[in-house]
């Protein structure tokens, strides 16, 4: 049972533009989310989070938004750069500590 | 490099090995965490400790995985009589304790069981 869903595995976008990355989630009991990045041949690197509290966080290039009624989350990366190319990854947390991902999605930025 | 240490990063054993891991967490970090990921798929959630105590164990680790952190420092995930289907990338993170505090990953053990 997925309970933390990425349903775009793959998303190409121009140098410059604004890169949206989706995330929906079944289970209510969640409440903090994670973006995190990867490189081929890595771990996992921690981007961003949100606490089930707020409905936005920005650092820099990254906003995360979250509509909770909806049970959805979305990464803008704005301006988009051609080093923002990996898998990104969605994650999802109960208070046990437990992180939840999603499956990624592969964002190419072309030059 | 004060990240999480993993070691070796890649694992080749032939079916009914035993094999074991090494992560190595960031020093400050007093939570330890083991995930599993396999091709197109998230990390999956092993087991965590806080210290030196087992705190959770996903119904994934079978009795054949055994993870121990003697110390409160380093951790080892031993897989006895390896399957076919125990190849993948075996991640170690670790974290603070203190409120929600986001997982730093080390890169990885890659086991392929032939």
């Known amino acids: 049972d997925q309970q933390v869903k990425q349903n775009s595995p793959s998303l190409s976008v121009q140098e410059g533009r604004i890169s949206i990355l989706n995330c929906d989630y079944t289970?209510?009991?969640?409440?903090?989310f994670l973006w995190y990045k990867k490189y081929p041949a890595e771990g996992p690197t921690f981007l961003i989070s949100?606490?089930?509290?707020?409905d936005k966080n920005e650092d820099g290039r990254f906003t995360v938004f979250l509509n909770k009624s909806a049970k959805h989350l979305s990464l803008h990366i704005v301006p988009s750069q051609p080093g923002d190319s990996a898998v990104y990854f969605c994650?999802?947390?109960?208070?046990?500590?437990?992180?939840?991902f999603g499956t990624g999605t592969r964002l190419t930025v072309i030059p | 490099d004060t990240g999480v240490s993993q070691d070796p990063r890649h694992k080749i054993t032939k079916r009914g090995q035993n094999v074991t891991f090494r992560c190595d967490p960031i020093?400050?970090?007093?939570?330890l965490y083991w995930y599993r990921q396999t091709l197109g798929q998230g990390p999956e959630f092993l087991t965590y400790?806080?210290?030196?105590?087992?705190?959770?164990k996903s119904r994934l680790l079978s009795d054949r995985f055994s993870a121990e952190r003697p110390k409160g420092s380093f951790s080892t995930l031993e897989i006895q009589r390896t399957e076919q289907g125990d190849s993948a990338m075996y991640l170690c993170?670790?974290?603070?304790?203190?409120?929600?505090?986001?997982?730093?990953f080390g890169n990885g053990t890659r086991l392929t069981v032939t």
């Open positions: 289970n209510s009991m969640f409440d903090y």
């Open positions: 994650a999802a947390l109960t208070g046990a500590n437990n992180l939840f």
């Open positions: 020093s400050e970090h007093n939570r």
């Open positions: 949100i606490s089930s509290i707020k």
């Open positions: 993170a670790s974290s603070f304790s203190q409120g929600h505090s986001p997982l730093h």
């Open positions: 400790f806080q210290n030196e105590a087992q705190l959770e």
